[in-house]
């Protein structure tokens, strides 16, 4: 069973530039969930997509966007990068859309924006 | 909206001692509740979660938590720490029958030899 991956590890984009990160959720997986985790701080939910819908945001601007595929695995996109969106985003994967149902983590994309 | 506290940035103990990372939830109603471990360039780990029914919940690694509503708490204990245990830990809350966790700011445990 292959876990969670995320590609690319690391990422360097510079102001105002656009991304888009990318998420293949583990077999059996209906549901991705993207996170934002700056340094020294928790995980901050971005959105959730259930079964390709957007299912769920958090306080994030429609400038973070994401897609969810037939075969579940997902994109954030992020326009016109900021200075703050310096972070490592992570993505989760789980077999339902409420909170109880564990979500496995990927190892994350470090994005560096100067 | 929910909120978790998680007390110490940082807690120092010795290999074999007891592990004690505290959590503090915001809601008057009973919701989900989570440990995770996160390891250097890795993503997070469930250790265990509460959902409902016993309130004290065994996990993963030895770890145990007990849910406390009359103190809005969920700390984690470990009775032996071992140097493997050192990472990064977060609680995280999550209303019932939402799709949205909140994660505390997480807690460093640094185990000495």
């Known amino acids: 069973e292959t876990g969670v991956t995320q590609s690319p590890t690391h990422l360097i984009k510079t102001r105002g530039q656009q991304v888009t990160l990318r998420c293949s959720s583990q077999?059996?997986?209906?549901?991705v969930s993207w996170y934002q985790q700056a340094l020294g701080q928790g995980p901050q939910f971005i959105f959730q997509?259930?079964?390709?819908?957007?299912?769920g945001r958090g306080n994030f601007p429609p400038r973070f966007s994401g897609l969810q595929f037939p075969n579940y695995s997902s994109e954030l996109n992020v326009n016109a990068l900021e200075l703050d969106d310096s972070a490592l985003y992570l993505c989760a994967s789980s077999s339902g859309q409420f909170s109880y149902n564990e979500q496995f983590f990927g190892p994350g994309t470090r994005l560096t924006v100067l | 909206a929910q909120s978790v506290t998680q007390l110490g940035s940082h807690v120092s103990v010795s290999e074999g001692a007891l592990v004690l990372l505290r959590c503090n939830y915001s809601?008057?109603?009973?919701?989900?509740l989570f440990w995770y471990v996160q390891y250097p360039n890795q993503g997070l780990q469930l250790l265990l979660k509460?959902?409902?029914?016993?309130?004290l919940v065994k996990g993963i690694n030895g770890f145990e938590a007990e849910f406390k509503k009359s103190e809005t708490s969920f700390h984690l204990t470990k009775p032996s720490a071992h140097m493997s245990d050192a990472a990064e830990y977060f609680c995280?809350?999550?209303?019932?029958?939402?799709?949205?966790?909140?994660f505390g700011r997480g807690t460093s445990l640094i185990v000495h030899p």
């Open positions: 809601s008057s109603v009973p919701p989900y």
């Open positions: 997509y259930y079964r390709e819908e957007e299912n």
């Open positions: 077999s059996g997986h209906n549901t």
């Open positions: 509460y959902t409902t029914g016993a309130t």
């Open positions: 995280a809350v999550s209303d019932r029958g939402s799709y949205i966790p909140t």
